[in-house]
C-alpha cells in the first residue's frame, strides 16, 4: 500500500471511530429526542415586565410620603400617574428648592420636573430598561425554580427576545397542573381581617358607611379553597412569603392535606406581637389576592412556633403551594402565548413510523444502487451509511436535539449523498466510454465531478446556515442536521468512496463494475 | 448498467413553449393562492387549536362532526388519522372574538379545545367520576403511582410506571384484559379494574400557538427563507456568472410557487414542518441547477466558439442520466416516507413527492433558459471577428 494510502486509512478509520464513540450506545442521553417525538410541553411565555416597574413605583411612593414627612415638606398627596411616573401634588412654591435637594439626594433614578404646585418624577428610560430585563432574569431563575421542585428531567428554560421564555419539558404528561404551577405569581400575605367574609362588597362596607378605609382593602375569597364571599383586610401584611424559612406538607386536624410553615426571626417576631395583639380577631392567609383561608387567633402564636395553611388541599395541590412558596413568588405576571402538549404515546409513534420508513427508505435506494451501480454502489452503500453514523456522532457532540424536521434534513443530506456518488460514477462511466482506462477513469470521475458535488453542497450549507441564525425551533433542528450531514457528505461520498475505489480496485484492472 | 447513451433530446428549442408552460402554472398557483382557495395556515401561525385525540372504539369523521355540531361546533375539520380508525385530528375553526387580548384569545382557542374534548366524551365517565374513580386513559403517572402506592406500598411507582407505559405504546388502554401482559402482579390488576376505570378518549396533542407568537413564526420563517435565498445568489454568482444566481433563484422561485398551489388545492395546512419541506425541495432543486450549470461552465472551456443555447443543451444531455438516476432515489425515499411515515409526516412527505417531479422540470425549463434571457437582455451583442 502506498504511504499516502496509508494515511487516508487511518484518517477514515479515526474520524468514523470517533463518531462511533461519541454516538454509541445510541439511546436518549446520546442523541436528544425532540419534543415532537419524545412527548412533552412547550411553553412560550410572556414576562408582563410592565407589573414589575409599578411595583417599583409603589415601593417609591411610599418610601417618598415617608421622607417628605421626615422633612417637613408639605404635599397633599404623592400618586402613580402612569407607567414609572409618580405626581406629588400641592407642594408649596417655597418648599420648592427644598423638594428638589430631596430628589436630587435620594431619587437618583428618577427625572424630576415641576409644574405648578405639582412635582413629577418620571423613571429614567434607562432604569425601566433594568427593571424589565431584571424582571425577566428573575422570572426565568423563579420558574427555573419551581420547575426543579417539582422534579422534571432535563427541563429546558430559556430566554427569548426581550421579555419571552420558552419552557421545554420532556416528559411530562400533566400540562395543565405545570401550566398552573408555573403561572401563579405566588405571592403569599398574612393579612389582618377587618370584617368579613361577607357575600358582596356593600355588606361589608356597612360598619363604614360605605366607605373604603384608606389603609384597607377589598379582597375576594379562593373559590377552590371553599372560600366564597369578601373580606375587609389591611392593606398592610403583617409577614409576606418572603419571611418565611420552611414549608411542609402536613395534615390539618380533620386528616386534610395541608401545609406547615415557620417563620425567620424577623418574621416570627413580628407575627408573634400582631397575633398577641388581636386575639379574637381573623387572619387572613392571601395567596395572589386571593383569600386562602382566615382562621381566627386563638392565641399568641410564638416566634418559632410557626403554623399551617389550611384550605380544602388535595395532595397534589398542597405540593404544588410549597414548590412554588421554596422557589419563592415571581416578580411580574406572565401569560401563555403558546402551549404546546404532545402526548408520549404520539411522539413514540412518529419515532416508530419515521423509524421504519426511514429504514426502507434507505433500503430501497441502497437496493437501487447496488443493482445499478453494481460493486461500485456498494462502494455508494457504505458511504451512505458512514454518512449516517457521522451524523449521529455529531448530534451526539454538538448535544443538538433530533426532531421531525430534522429527520427532513436528513433525507435531503441522504438523497445529495446518493447524487454525489451518482454524479462520480456516472462521470466514470463517461470517462471510460471515451477509452481512458479502469484508473484514469476513476481518478478523473471524481476530480471532474467533484466541483459540482462541492458548489451544489456549499451551496445548500450556506443557506442552512441563514435558517438557522434567523430561523426558528424546527427550522433551525432542520439547518442542523442539514448543514452535519452535508459536511460529512463532502468526505464519505467524495473523500471515502475514493478511498475504496483505490483499496479495492487494481491499478491494472480492465473492467470495473459500475 | 445505463439507461441510454448520452442522449441527444433539444431541451431548449421548446425553451419559449416551456416558458409558457411555466408562467401558466405559476398564473394558476397564484391566482389559486390569491383569489381562490388560498393557502391554509396552519396552527404554528396563529391559526386556533390543533388536537389529535384517541378514541377506545372506532369511529368515523361523520360521527365525530356530529358530536362537535351537537354543541355548536360543526365547523371544526375533522379528519380520520392511521389505519386503526381510532385516530383523529381535530382542529377548532370556530371564529374567535379577535377583539379581546392576546391572553383572552389564546384562552379562548383554549377553551375551545376544552370544550371539543368534553363534547367527544359526552357523558363517558362521569358516572364513573361521581363514584371516585380515575379514568386510567388520562391520569398521570404521578397520580397513578400515589393511588397505587396507598394500596401497594412499595411498588406503586414501579406498576404505575408499567402502565403508563403500555398506554404510551398503544395510545389508549381499550381494555382491562390488555393489563394482563405487561407483568402486573393480579392484584394490582384486580384494583385497577375496580378502583378505576377507562375513559372513551386520549387526548395525543394539543397544540394552540397565540396570535403574536404565530406572527412571530410567521415573519421569522420568511426573513429566514429570505436571507437564506440571497446567501445561495450570492454564492453562486461568485462562483459561476451573476445570471447563474439570478436564474437559479428564478427557479427556486418557481419551485416555492407551484409546490405550495399544488400543495394548497389539496387543502392540506402549512405548518413549520411544511415550510422545512418547501426549503428542501429548493435545495433539490438548487443541487440539480447547479450540476447543470457546472457542466456547462466546463463544457463552455471545450466547446469554445459554440452558442451558450448549444452548449446548454449539450450540458443537459449529459447531465440527464444522472437528473433522472438522482430525482428517482429521491421519489423513492420520499415515497417510502409518504406509505410509511404516519400521519405526522404525511403532509411533508406529499409536498416532497411533487416538489421533487416539479423540481426536474423546473431545472431545465427554467433556469437555463433565464440565463439565455438574461444575457439577451443585458449583454451588448457581440461584433463577430472576421
Known sequence: MKKNLQWKVILALVVIGGAIILAYPFNDTKIKRGLDLKGGIHLVLQVITDDSINMETDQEIARLEELFKKNGITFQKAIKDGLGRISVQGVLADEEGKTRDLFGQYFRDWDESFTGDRATLALKPLVIQLLRDQAVVQAKETIQNRIDQFGVAEPLIQRQGSDKIVVELPGVDNPDRVKELIKVTAVLEWKLVKAGPAPDEATLLQATNGQLPEDAEILKGDPKRGQGGFYLVNKVAVVTGKDLRTVRRTQDEWNNPAVSFTLNTDGGARFEQVTGDNIGKQIAIILDKKVQSAPGIESKIMRTQGGIIRGRFTVAEADDLIVVLKAGALPAGIKYLEERTIGPALGADSVRQGLVAGLVAILAVMLFMVFFYRLSGLNAVVALILNVVILFGALAYFKATLTLPGIAGIILAIGMSVDANVLIFERIKEESALGKGVASSISLGFSRAFSAIFDSNLTTIISAIFLFQFGTGPIRGYAVTLTISLVANLFTAVFISHLLFDLTVKKTAKRLSI | ?386
Not at chain 2, 27 to 49: S, W, Y
Not at chain 2, 342 to 354: P, R, S, T
Request: with cysteine.
Open chain 2, 1 to 386: 448498467m445505463q439507461f441510454f447513451k448520452t442522449p441527444s433530446i433539444k431541451f431548449l428549442k421548446y425553451k419559449y413553449v416551456a416558458l409558457a408552460v411555466t408562467g401558466l402554472i405559476v398564473l394558476a398557483g397564484v391566482l389559486n393562492v390569491t383569489v381562490f382557495k388560498g393557502l391554509k395556515l396552519g396552527v404554528d401561525f396563529g391559526e386556533g387549536t390543533l388536537l389529535r385525540i384517541m378514541l377506545k372504539a372506532p369511529s368515523d369523521e361523520g360521527a365525530i362532526r356530529d358530536l362537535l355540531a351537537s354543541v355548536g361546533l360543526g365547523k371544526s375539520l375533522v379528519q380520520r388519522t392511521g389505519v386503526s380508525g381510532r385516530e383523529f385530528q381535530i382542529r377548532a375553526m370556530e371564529t374567535v372574538n379577535t377583539k379581546g387580548s392576546e391572553e383572552d384569545q389564546l384562552e379562548a382557542h383554549e377553551a375551545l379545545a376544552d370544550k371539543i374534548i368534553a363534547a367527544l366524551r359526552g357523558d363517558d365517565g362521569k358516572a364513573e367520576l361521581a363514584r371516585g374513580l380515575v379514568d386510567l386513559n388520562t391520569v398521570d403517572e404521578r397520580t397513578l403511582s400515589s393511588l397505587l402506592e396507598k394500596s401497594f406500598p412499595g411498588s406503586g411507582p414501579e406498576a404505575a410506571q408499567r402502565v403508563i407505559a403500555h398506554r404510551n405504546a398503544a395510545g389508549i388502554i381499550a381494555d382491562f384484559g390488555e393489563l394482563s401482559g405487561i407483568g402486573l402482579k393480579p392484584e394490582v390488576t384486580a384494583f385497577l379494574q375496580n378502583n378505576t376505570f377507562l375513559g372513551k378518549l386520549t387526548v395525543l396533542s394539543r397544540e394552540t400557538v397565540g396570535p403574536q407568537v404565530g406572527a412571530d413564526l410567521r415573519r421569522k420563517a420568511v426573513q429566514a427563507t429570505v436571507w437564506s435565498l440571497i446567501g445561495m445568489l450570492i454564492y453562486i454568482a461568485l462562483r459561476f456568472k451573476l445570471e447563474y444566481g439570478v436564474a437559479a433563484i428564478f427557479t427556486l422561485a418557481q419551485d416555492v410557487l407551484i409546490t405550495t398551489s399544488i400543495y394548497s388545492f389539496t387543502n392540506r395546512e402549512i405548518n413549520l414542518p411544511i415550510i422545512a419541506g418547501i426549503l428542501t425541495i429548493v435545495g433539490f432543486s438548487t443541487n440539480d441547477t447547479i450540476v447543470i450549470f457546472d457542466r456547462v461552465r466546463e463544457n463552455q472551456k471545450i466547446m469554445r466558439g459554440k452558442a451558450l443555447e448549444e452548449v446548454m443543451n449539450v450540458s443537459i444531455n449529459q447531465t440527464l442520466g444522472r437528473t433522472l438516476i438522482t430525482s428517482g432515489t429521491v421519489f423513492l425515499t420520499v415515497g417510502a416516507l409518504y406509505f410509511f411515515g404516519g400521519e405526522v409526516i404525511n403532509d411533508f412527505a406529499f409536498l416532497m413527492l411533487v416538489g421533487t417531479i416539479e423540481g426536474v422540470y423546473s431545472t431545465i425549463y427554467l433556469s437555463c433558459p433565464v440565463v439565455l434571457f438574461w444575457q439577451k437582455l443585458f449583454k451588448p451583442k457581440k461584433v463577430r471577428r472576421r
